[in-house]
């Protein structure tokens, strides 16, 4: 699936289920609700942390994937096309970064 696919189907999935998008505020502190589900999960699965009960059994791809899609309801609803925005976004990256990485000791 592009990511133009993925903005589509969204959209249909909102339409067709959601009723209408939430307002961009809500999507907002929802995005930030799910960021911080996976933030939860790499704490304990990467981290130090350990696991709670409750946590042995959570799904850390759903868990990215809701991001995914909090995320892309939010590009819908600013007119903001993903996949332009990602080539643009790498592009910057490439002319910024492109020997820093590299020279970085750190990274060798």
């Not at 130090?48 to 809701?66: G, I, R, T, W």
């Not at 600013?78 to 332009?84: E, H, K, Q, R, W």
Request: charged fraction near 30%; hydrophobic fraction near 40%; include cysteine.
């Amino acid at each position: 699936m592009t990511i133009a696919e993925a903005q589509e189907k969204v959209d249909q999935w909102i339409k067709d289920i959601g009723v209408r998008y939430f307002s961009e505020l809500t999507n907002t502190a929802m995005l930030m609700e799910e960021v911080g589900e996976v933030a939860r999960i790499m704490a304990r699965r990467y981290g130090d942390q350990s696991f709670k009960e409750s946590d042995k059994e959570v799904d850390l791809a759903d868990e990215m994937a809701d991001v995914l899609f909090v995320l892309i309801c939010l590009a819908n609803q600013t007119g903001i096309n993903l996949s332009d925005a990602f080539e643009t976004n790498l592009k910057k990256k490439t002319m910024r970064d492109n020997k820093r990485h590299k020279s970085n000791p750190k990274l060798g």
